[in-house]
């Protein structure tokens, strides 16, 4: 890791002072625009945290590449298993954001020829900053996450995005029905990188959401690797980060249990 040590004490700050310049946003009128629909919403804040990233970056290592949801970089089409890139979430929780004034995320990974190198979550709101180094051990600010224990669905608090429970053209809602009866109790935070980092830090058991995207994943498998948790899609396929996927990330032993259900 020596080798990117720069690139990550660089990543570590300019995190921190995107969390300040959202903190203050909110205190502000936050304009709000649409996407594709009334419940797609991005905000000034997205495309000026992204851009602040992209300018950072292009100023300190040229030869990196970009991957941010906002596609406010130019970078041209780049083949991410053959490169450096970067992969930025400004905010995860958009919604959040506009609604709540909190409970979103700024999730930031690095990736060399398609392998982690570091991840950064981090909760402005709580000044939590979720980390890890790959091999180096996943970190809550500064103290060591341990490694994350077994336990069974009877005594977990998981996560669902409740778009899985309503029929829809994805999956079989009805296989949630056995898993929402036998959790200990069903939560939706409405950030999946802050989903993961929790599910990291044992304030969640297990997180399930939909069709994600890189950045909405990218740091979060890097922290949830350091505690010994390997996200899986809910077929329990192999999740590539460059590619869209539904995730599971949860316990050891809850895994399987979960997977049981979702077969
Ligand atoms: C969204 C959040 C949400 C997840 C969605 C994402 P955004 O990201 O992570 O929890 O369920 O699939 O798109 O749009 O707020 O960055
Ligand atoms: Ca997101
Ligand atoms: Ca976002």
């Given at each position: 890791m020596n080798q990117f040590h720069y690139e990550y004490k660089m990543a570590k700050s300019w995190t921190l002072q995107a969390g300040s310049m959202l903190k203050e946003a909110i205190a502000e009128n936050i304009k709000v625009e649409y996407k594709?629909?009334?419940?797609d919403l991005v905000t000034e804040q997205d495309r000026g945290i992204e851009n602040y990233f992209i300018h950072n970056i292009k100023k300190e290592f040229p030869d990196h590449f970009i991957l941010g949801e906002?596609?406010?970089?130019?970078?041209?089409?780049?083949n991410p298993y053959e490169n450096y890139v970067w992969i930025i979430?400004?905010?995860?929780?958009t919604t959040n954001f506009i609604h709540?004034?909190?409970n979103f995320s700024i999730s930031v990974a690095f990736y060399k020829n398609g392998k982690p190198i570091f991840g950064f979550i981090y909760d402005p709101i709580q000044e939590e900053l979720f980390e890890a180094i790959k091999g180096g051990g996943a970190y809550i600010n500064q103290s060591k996450l341990p490694e994350a224990k077994p336990a069974g669905l009877g005594e977990a608090v998981i996560s669902i995005?409740?778009?899985?429970?309503?029929?829809?053209?994805?999956?079989?809602?009805?296989?949630f029905i056995p898993i929402v009866d036998k959790a200990r109790a069903v939560r939706y935070l409405g950030s999946a990188a802050l989903e993961m980092a929790y599910v990291a830090s044992g304030r969640l058991d297990a997180m399930l959401d939909f069709r994600l995207s890189s950045w909405d994943i990218a740091a979060g498998l890097i922290i949830l690797n350091e505690v010994g948790i390997i996200p899986t899609k809910v077929n329990n396929e192999p999740i590539d980060v460059f590619q869209h996927a539904t995730t599971l990330a949860a316990r050891p032993n809850l895994h399987e249990e979960l997977l049981f259900y979702l077969k």
């Amino acid at each position: 890791m020596n080798q990117f040590h720069y690139e990550y004490k660089m990543a570590k700050s300019w995190t921190l002072q995107a969390g300040s310049m959202l903190k203050e946003a909110i205190a502000e009128n936050i304009k709000v625009e649409y996407k594709t629909s009334l419940s797609d919403l991005v905000t000034e804040q997205d495309r000026g945290i992204e851009n602040y990233f992209i300018h950072n970056i292009k100023k300190e290592f040229p030869d990196h590449f970009i991957l941010g949801e906002e596609g406010q970089s130019n970078d041209r089409e780049f083949n991410p298993y053959e490169n450096y890139v970067w992969i930025i979430d400004p905010i995860d929780g958009t919604t959040n954001f506009i609604h709540q004034k909190r409970n979103f995320s700024i999730s930031v990974a690095f990736y060399k020829n398609g392998k982690p190198i570091f991840g950064f979550i981090y909760d402005p709101i709580q000044e939590e900053l979720f980390e890890a180094i790959k091999g180096g051990g996943a970190y809550i600010n500064q103290s060591k996450l341990p490694e994350a224990k077994p336990a069974g669905l009877g005594e977990a608090v998981i996560s669902i995005n409740p778009m899985w429970l309503i029929p829809n053209n994805k999956f079989d809602h009805q296989k949630f029905i056995p898993i929402v009866d036998k959790a200990r109790a069903v939560r939706y935070l409405g950030s999946a990188a802050l989903e993961m980092a929790y599910v990291a830090s044992g304030r969640l058991d297990a997180m399930l959401d939909f069709r994600l995207s890189s950045w909405d994943i990218a740091a979060g498998l890097i922290i949830l690797n350091e505690v010994g948790i390997i996200p899986t899609k809910v077929n329990n396929e192999p999740i590539d980060v460059f590619q869209h996927a539904t995730t599971l990330a949860a316990r050891p032993n809850l895994h399987e249990e979960l997977l049981f259900y979702l077969k």
